[in-house]
């Protein structure tokens, strides 16, 4: 991926807060956070499962769950315009055009009763009009952009006739076929194997390159941060707590829980059968939240009261680099 | 490792094929060859790291070891002693000396019933100990894996997944077994965790002198805890030999794929991939000759129509199955 200094955001999140309506009450998912995309450049989002990254990916499409889910303050700014004040009807041609989504689970995204043909000319269809038969063609070209074999064959085949790295080609496809400027990946390579993983992101490597799209990457893989992203958001119960360019944030963590994560990997080149150094306890649910550092009472050091009781200031140490001070966590 | 080895368990041509069903009468037209001629030894007191992609057999050459299958064909001795043909019955001993662990024990975890209920039940079974002792053995094994004695009365949707696989390492303790097959059991944790239950698993190793059979997917996370490590492809083991081995000088071409596929940790290294193409081919047909031959990068006519064996890769005990060398 380049290398020059990123230019004007394309995306920029500004104190977003996402509330959820439980039995027990209104929690909120995402609590205030922070972060930017620019045009062509990979942002990876990383932290461990419920911290807030697929709530995130959802706010930006504007597909949160109706009605407990709802966005409750702050501003998604994509290319200038506020998606959150955007009318509905606006909302749909911006996620067919201009951004695309690609999810975990290939089948939560296809339709098992249509074939992957015309699934991917609707795309077409609906959002740039053109005629059937030209929506068809354009289809199999786009199959074979993603490398499935045979693509005329495929494009007339249903979703279960292919394997599980076919069918994340064919919602690759669907999710380029308008050629977006964002595209969103929500852990788009977790349910498949290393070598199958590796096709993939080989695949959205060389795609970017050629349509220049920038990709929000969501996934809990450190090494797939490395291997594919320019900056990375750590995300942990709802707040961003450390961002930086890639290298900067695995050169030169600050933040406990970003420490603590990078240190707990298995690595290739460690001493094997030996203990790995662990993060204790869990995530804590939305509603044991409290205001101030949400890390410290699993980081093994010593907060005091107003510390878990006051929001830590989200700062800038150098350029690029922002992490969210808590003194303890962050000294 | 100590300098003699003794084996635990050994394998030879292991066998276990499903049936495939067909037509309107529903016969069995054909057979998904899950495992396939398989040679396995694991070693007392070892780590054995079991690694392919998914659909190869780990999990059924697992469960065919901890007799949950009857074999198709071939034999696995356990401590000597065939145990591959013997009877429901009969296996009752052994029942004792191979456990499982699953990937979320929560599918193998009773939801009615509480946490000491599940962990004494195996006793109950083998009926061992009176009641005030079972307690005591509970007690224990919840100590041993970090839980708190609390837990004995609560149920298992009460415990996050990290806490739930600490449940099902205790039972699978519980009858002092030899052998654990440790079958995914980190995969589906947040690396945090991961971390948490790898050391447990360490810790108990080094403890209980238990030998591993340790199932994964992740090529780092089974560098990490194995001894030894065998790659299995299409339902038979590719290549076999110590850890350090098998990552710094790989001689099967798929492992050479597998290892150069992980993602590295660091932004600084520079990714030299061997990117596999396709798929793995269906186990139900799989391709003559070499089983890997329709991703080879380096494919000769020779490996389409012969079969490669298991023969010595250059090192002591290092093996791999292919007709070429690297
Ligand atoms: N529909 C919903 N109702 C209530 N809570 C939800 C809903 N969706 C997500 N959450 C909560 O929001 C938090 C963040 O979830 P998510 O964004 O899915 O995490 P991640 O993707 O980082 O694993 C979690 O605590 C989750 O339980
Ligand atoms: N109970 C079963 N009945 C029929 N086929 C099965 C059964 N269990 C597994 N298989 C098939 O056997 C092959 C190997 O599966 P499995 O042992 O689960 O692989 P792995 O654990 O390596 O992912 C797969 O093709 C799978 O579909
Ligand atoms: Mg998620
Ligand atoms: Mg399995």
């Known amino acids: 991926m380049s290398t020059e200094t990123p230019s004007a955001s394309l995306l920029s999140i500004r104190d977003l807060c996402v509330e959820f309506d439980t039995d027990e009450g209104t929690v909120r998912a995402v609590d205030g956070i922070s972060l930017e995309i620019s045009a062509g450049r990979t942002l990876g989002i990383v932290g461990e499962s419920g911290c807030g990254k697929s709530v995130t990916a959802l706010s930006i499409m504007r597909l949160l769950p109706k009605p407990m889910g709802r966005i409750a303050s702050g501003e998604i700014k994509f290319d200038g315009t506020d998606l959150i004040k955007l009318p509905a009807e606006d909302m749909r041609t911006v996620r067919g055009n201009r951004i695309g989504m690609i999810f975990q689970e290939p089948m939560t995204a296809l339709n098992p009763v249509k074939k992957i043909g015309v699934q991917l000319s609707e795309v077409f269809f609906l959002h740039q009009t053109a005629s059937k038969e030209e929506a068809w063609k354009k289809s199999v070209e786009m199959l074979d952009k993603v490398g499935i074999p045979s693509p005329e064959i495929r494009a007339g085949e249903y979703p279960h006739q292919l394997s599980g790295g076919m069918r994340q080609r064919v919602v690759i496809a669907i999710a380029l076929a308008c050629g977006p400027e964002l595209v969103i990946a929500d852990e788009p390579t977790t349910a498949l194997d290393v070598t199958i993983q590796a096709q993939i992101l080989d695949l959205m490597k060389s795609l970017q390159r050629d349509l220049g799209m920038a990709v929000a990457l969501i996934t809990h893989d450190l090494g797939v941060i490395a291997e594919t992203c320019d900056e990375v958001c750590v995300m942990y119960a709802g707040r961003v707590v450390e961002r930086a360019p890639v290298k900067t944030l695995f050169a030169n963590p600050r933040h406990a829980y970003t420490q603590g994560l990078l240190a707990s990997i298995p690595r290739l080149d460690g001493q094997p059968k030996t203990h790995l150094r662990t993060i204790d306890g869990m995530v804590p649910a939305l509603k044991e939240l409290r205001p101030g550092c949400r890390f410290g009472p699993r980081s093994g050091r010593e907060h005091t009261e107003t510390q878990l009781e006051a929001r830590p200031e989200f700062i800038e140490i150098e350029t690029g680099h922002w992490i969210e001070a808590c003194p303890v966590c962050t000294e | ?326």
């Open chain 2, 1 to 326: 490792m100590s300098e003699k080895a003794t084996p635990i368990l050994e394998t030879t041509g292991l066998k276990l094929h499903f049936p495939v069903r067909g037509g309107i009468f529903q016969r069995a037209t054909n057979s998904c060859k899950a495992v396939d001629g398989v040679d396995l030894l694991i070693n007392s007191g070892e780590t054995l790291g079991l690694v392919g992609e998914s659909g190869c057999g780990k999990s059924t050459l697992g469960k065919t070891i901890a007799r949950l299958y009857k074999p198709t064909a071939g034999n696995i001795r356990f401590e000597g002693q065939e145990i591959g043909d013997l009877k429901r019955k009969e296996l009752q001993p052994f029942r004792r000396e191979i456990q499982m662990i699953f990937q979320d024990p929560y599918e193998s975890l009773n939801p009615r019933q509480t946490v000491g209920g599940i962990l004494e039940e195996p006793y109950v079974i083998h009926k061992l100990g009176t009641r005030e002792e079972r307690r005591k053995w509970v007690k224990e094994l919840l100590e041993k894996v970090g839980l708190p004695e609390s837990s004995i009365n609560r149920f298992p949707f009460e415990f996050s997944g990290g806490q739930r696989q600490r449940i099902g390492i205790a039972r699978a303790l519980a009858l002092k077994p030899k052998l654990i097959i440790c079958d995914e059991a980190v995969s589906a944790l947040d690396v945090s965790i991961q971390s948490q239950i790898l050391n447990l698993l360490l810790d108990l190793q080094k403890e209980l002198g238990l030998t591993y059979l340790f199932i994964s997917h992740d090529l780092a996370v089974v560098k990490h805890v194995s001894d030894r490590i065998a790659i299995m492809y299409l339902g038979r083991i590719v290549e076999t030999g110590d850890a350090e081995t098998i990552y710094q000088k790989p001689a099967h071409p798929y492992t050479q794929a597998l290892l150069t596929a992980i993602p590295v940790p660091d932004p600084e290294h520079i990714p030299s991939k061997q990117i596999l193409e396709g798929d793995v081919p269906s186990p139900i047909h799989p391709p003559d000759g070499c089983p890997f031959h329709t991703r080879c990068p380096h494919v000769e006519e020779r490996c389409r129509i012969e079969e490669p064996v298991l023969e010595n890769a250059g090192k002591k005990e290092h093996l791999k199955s292919c007709h070429l060398n690297f």
